[in-house]
């Protein structure tokens, strides 16, 4: 994985009292993208291993693939509590140790409900994403936390990228079907070195009397204006995004992104005729390496305006889908992902120095439960708006669809930004 969101720590960006090193957020990232790896590498071959199961034509393959993405939205905000009030290592642990337990019992079904069940508790038990941000967020904060979520983002690409290449390999050796009782092996040994982590405590956290006075501070502001349902505060600090606009940005990323994945092999083959499979895989890939690339940088240059980051991103990947409904030569088609991946990158990275400003006074677990619920919300439409328009109007219609839902973020985090020039520059 090329991504160094962490570069060699300055004197300002050592980890304070109660944090955590450079080494101990590799090790979070490295378990991170074991637990990826292993979630996201076998759903793409559910067509191959549904007829064994007694689906001949894979017709339950659509419905499966979300499956666990709907239990995981499900789970997410309670784990978050539980690991606000029982510690977050331990919620870490169980969250890895969750994902062994259910592929396992995947691999080793053997009809269509217990493979069913098995998806099901994937999803609810595993949760890995609020699990590990919620113990980075523990013990880091700013630009440590943001660039500690950049890195847990570039773990998830890398996986995405290389666990279906995988699996392929394996194929003529091990069925896709018992390749999870392989892969139960990953999350099992990511319990292992977590395990030998510290519980984080926030940086500074009970040590000075100013810490304990802010959050003070903060509970009271939002009792006398009026909390959220997650708790915010109505009046949010100068400089810091309401948690409800941080949830409408990831809703709308989430989904503006993701529309376009299920059926992009359909609409490469489509206007690129007689393509290959490595080189479709490929294009599929190249925003995700265009992440792992650029990220660190992005990261620096967008680290105090992600506002100004996230409407760019938007802009770009609305560029991005529309060109793929028109894209018909392989270097047409190449470009138009690469400006995806550019939005990808710059709204990734945005959206998690957002939720790192956010992270300020409030209960991680929680917040990034519920982040991960609202993110896996946007998945879900993304699906199954996806599968309604390609029904009825065919592949390059989703890209459409994406591209509307990206222009009409990209104005709204656009006006945000301008207001949230104008509120730095009345302070």
């Not at 977050?88 to 890895?96: T, V």
């Not at 982590?197 to 926030?202: D, F, I, T």
């Not at 459409?400 to 990206?406: E, F, P, R």
């Amino acid at each position: 994985m090329t991504v160094d969101a962490l570069p060699r720590q300055s004197e300002r960006d050592a980890a304070p009292p109660g944090g955590i090193g450079r080494r101990q957020v590799h090790a979070v990232a490295a378990c991170y993208f074991v637990a990826s790896f292993a979630a996201l590498g076998l759903p793409p071959y559910l067509t191959a291993i549904l007829p064994g199961l007694g689906d001949p034509q894979g017709r339950w393959a659509g419905v499966l693939y979300i499956v666990p993405t709907v239990f995981s939205a499900l789970g997410a905000p309670l784990w978050g509590r539980l690991a606000d009030r029982y510690g977050r290592k331990r919620l870490l642990l169980r969250a890895q140790l969750g994902l062994a337990v259910s592929f396992l019992l995947a691999g080793a079904a053997d009809s269509l409900p217990a493979f069913t069940l098995a998806l099901v508790l994937q999803g609810f038990l595993g949760g890995t994403f609020a699990a590990t941000n919620g113990y980075l967020a523990a013990a880091l904060d700013g630009a440590r936390l943001s660039r500690a979520l950049t890195l847990m983002q570039g773990s998830a690409r890398a996986a995405l990228v290389a666990a279906p290449i995988l699996v392929g390999a394996l194929s003529p050796w091990i069925d896709p079907h018992r390749q999870y009782l392989l892969m139960a092996v990953l999350p099992l040994a990511a319990a292992v070195l977590l395990s030998l982590l510290p519980e984080p405590g926030r940086p500074g956290a009970g040590t000075t009397a100013e810490a304990g006075a802010t959050a003070v501070a903060e509970a009271a502001a939002g009792a006398v204006a009026g909390a959220t349902p997650t708790g915010a505060p109505a009046d949010e600090p100068i400089g810091r995004t309401p948690l409800r606009v941080l949830y409408g940005l990831e809703f709308a990323f989430v989904f503006a992104t993701i529309i376009s994945f299920p059926y992009l092999i359909a609409l490469a083959e489509e206007r690129l005729p007689g393509v290959s499979g490595t080189t479709t895989g490929v294009l599929f890939a190249l925003p995700h390496l265009c992440y792992l690339a650029f990220a660190a940088r992005t990261h620096t240059a967008f680290l105090h305006r992600p506002h100004t980051g996230i409407a760019l991103g938007f802009g770009f990947v609305a560029l991005g889908l529309a060109g793929h409904s028109v894209a018909d030569s392989l270097p047409a088609f190449a470009a138009v992902r690469l400006l995806l991946g550019a939005g990808l990158t710059l709204g990734l990275v945005c959206l998690s120095v957002l939720a790192a400003e956010a992270c300020r006074g409030r209960a991680p677990g929680r917040l990034f439960g519920s982040l991960e619920f609202v993110s896996k919300g946007g998945a879900v439409a993304a699906g199954a708006v996806a599968a309604l328009v390609n029904g009825r109007f065919g592949a390059t219609s989703p890209v459409l669809v994406g591209t509307a839902a990206a222009l009409l973020a990209a104005v709204a985090a656009a006006a945000l930004s301008s207001h949230s020039r104008q509120r730095w520059s009345r302070s």
